[in-house]
């Protein structure tokens, strides 16, 4: 298993352009999630999907879109990149058992610089 | 709704000292708390994790922590401190199958 893949891991955008940061996953995991990460704030959720066809907003969904038209994809888009979107970006891939709670996977992260 | 508050943002300990990271959470159900590190310029690293089993969890490299329901805390702690546990430590909380809700993180400096 490859687990949780992310592209880019590095990126560099000015400011208005737009990009896809990938997500995918072969675990066949419900639920993925997409945060970011900033100095002193910890990690924030941005959106996040508990299976095929349902998104739903995080903590700061704005600025970014998301789908997921299948289980292993969940793509997110910056439509008008801004300097404040500048930030290390993280995926994770889950799925819950009543025993054992959430079981959690994060991907390695891509790193976004807007100027 | 779900919190965590993690009580300092930067502790600092010499080499073979102990280690206490504390952490402290809010949730209208019964929670899972988890504890993360991220070495500099690394991904995030599960150390352990609380499900409602024993209170009292061991993680990897020599970490534990203690779910105290009446203080709602979960203290990370270590008897001894080594140069290589110097990273940024996050406190998270979930309940049931909603998402992971982070603290803010605590640096932990380890001094020769």
């Known amino acids: 298993n490859a687990g949780v893949t992310q592209t880019p891991k590095f990126q560099v955008l000015k400011t208005g352009q737009s990009m896809t940061l990938q997500c995918a996953q072969d675990?066949?995991?419900?639920?993925m999630s997409w945060y970011r990460q900033d100095p002193g704030m910890g990690l924030r959720l941005i959106h996040y999907?508990?299976?095929?066809?349902?998104?739903d907003q995080g903590e700061v969904p704005n600025g970014y879109n998301v789908s997921r038209s299948t289980t292993e994809d969940f793509p997110l888009r910056l439509l008008s990149a801004a300097p404040s979107q500048t930030s290390v970006y993280f995926c994770?891939?889950?799925?819950?058992?009543?025993?054992?709670?959430?079981?959690?996977?994060f991907g390695p992260g891509t790193r976004l610089t807007v100027t | 709704a779900q919190s965590v508050t993690q009580l300092d943002s930067h502790v600092s300990v010499s080499e073979g000292t102990p280690v206490l990271l504390r952490c402290n959470y809010s949730?209208?159900?019964?929670?899972?708390l988890f504890w993360y590190v991220q070495h500099p310029n690394k991904g995030l690293q599960l150390l352990l994790k609380?499900?409602?089993?024993?209170?009292l969890v061991k993680g990897i490299n020599g970490f534990e922590a203690e779910f105290k329901k009446s203080e709602t805390s979960f203290h990370l702690t270590k008897p001894s401190a080594h140069m290589s546990d110097a990273a940024e430590y996050f406190c998270?909380?979930?309940?049931?199958?909603?998402?992971?809700?982070f603290g803010k993180g605590t640096r932990l400096s380890v001094i020769a």
């Open positions: 994770a891939s889950s799925y819950f058992k009543w025993d054992r709670g959430l079981e959690q996977y």
């Open positions: 675990m066949n995991h419900e639920y």
């Open positions: 999907s508990v299976g095929a066809g349902i998104t």
């Open positions: 949730s209208s159900y019964s929670p899972s």
């Open positions: 609380y499900t409602s089993a024993a209170t």
């Open positions: 998270v909380v979930s309940s049931g199958n909603t998402p992971l809700v």
